[in-house]
């Protein structure tokens, strides 16, 4: 494959699996990542190690690192609003595709510290789209998330829903970046898709998620905090599936018909109730889980559901991990790595 494409957050949960699959198929990667410490700095460079990135003493900013398994994969240290190095990046590697999965995530956080998701969400984005625009790239890919469906009640959720009722600061910035990337599609013919993620899971998952946060609790025989009662019910989606749904998008020669903006849900379109899902843990871990109920978090929802019918149709995508298998290979790892 002689294509190169950018893959930013490159040091993250699906970004760290994607590089290894477009490694797989013999991409040209080079992958970005500012290496924050959001959460475990460690387990962001221990996914790297997998890549062949092996960082002994701390990473100099824009220092760039050639993978010891892999010479098609190059990773630096950079961040997405830096209006010098980023554009330096662009002009030298002419990428042909440019997959945006760098971003500042969680709903939560996002109401202790706003300044970090106007950073990376928004300035970075926008820095992110100048690049491509001024370097010709022929394909954008960006991260959007179903937080952005906020509390509507129509299910399942459809990309041709209203959404302009966000209930927290990052899902208002991932519906700006739906926004931006129509923008620059309609001035500058640029070819941009957003992707609205859906509640994934799987191995070398952040330990801010849901699968991460009960499993270490009921692990470690520690309390498990259930939010609105465990009245919630989540569209589970196994990270292989948001993997080979990136893949067919940026596999695919010639999108179809002449339109250069699309938005598509990728999910596994089978909403898991919450209590079902920590069932599933407690049978793997062999534990029952201590449950302190909660009233409902601010910013959070109680339902999400993906109509994911237009990028099957599209891209022939076809989730296939039911949430048995997911959790159970979760655990798999979590042992492996946590208990080693």
């Known amino acids: 494959m002689d294509k190169k494409i950018l893959v930013t ?15 797989e198929e013999d991409y040209q990667v080079v992958g970005i ?7 475990d700095v ?10 062949g990135i092996s960082i002994q003493n701390e990473l ?44 500042q995530a969680g709903v939560r956080y996002s109401l202790e510290n706003p300044d970090a998701y106007i950073d990376s969400n928004l300035t970075g984005f926008a820095n992110l789209l100048e690049c491509c625009r001024h370097n010709k790239v022929s394909r954008l890919i960006f991260a959007s998330s179903s937080s952005v469906y906020g ?13 302009d009722t966000p209930v927290s600061l990052y899902a208002a910035t991932k519906k700006s970046n739906e926004l931006m990337a129509y923008t620059y599609s309609h001035l500058y013919n640029m070819e941009t898709i957003g992707l609205r993620f859906f509640t994934v899971y799987g191995p070398w998952g952040r330990p801010d998620m849901a699968m991460f ?8 025989d520690l309390p498990i905090k259930v939010f609105n009662h465990g ?13 080979n749904g990136i893949m067919k998008i940026t596999n695919k020669e010639q999108l179809d018909g002449d339109k250069k903006y699309s938005l598509y849900n990728i999910g596994n379109s089978k909403p898991v109730k919450l209590f ?3 069932t599933e843990i407690e049978k793997n871990l062999g534990k029952n889980a201590q449950k302190k109920m909660l009233p409902m978090q601010p910013g959070d929802v109680e339902r999400t559901w993906a109509d994911v019918s237009p990028l099957q149709q599209d891209f022939g995508y076809n989730p296939s991990t039911p949430v048995k298998e997911g959790v159970r290979k979760f655990v798999k790892w979590y042992n492996s790595y946590y208990k080693t």
């Open 9 to 23: 957050g490159a040091a993250g949960f699906i970004g760290f699996h994607l590089v290894k699959q477009l490694l």
């Open 33 to 39: 990542d500012n290496l924050n410490d959001y959460y």
């Open 42 to 51: 460690n387990l962001k460079l221990d996914r790297l190690k997998e890549l």
């Open 60 to 103: 100099k900013y824009d220092e760039r690192l050639e993978s010891t398994s892999n010479e098609k994969f190059i990773f630096i240290k950079q961040n997405l609003q830096d209006r010098e190095s980023l554009p330096a990046l662009f002009k030298k590697e002419n990428f042909d595709i440019v997959c945006n999965l760098a971003a």
């Open 151 to 163: 509390n509507n009640e129509k299910m399942p959720f459809s990309t041709e829903d209203r959404v």
């Open 213 to 220: 946060l009960f499993t270490d609790a009921i692990s470690n």
């Open 231 to 243: 009245n919630l019910e989540r569209d589970f989606t196994y990270i292989d599936d948001i993997v």
């Open 276 to 278: 079902d899902f920590i």
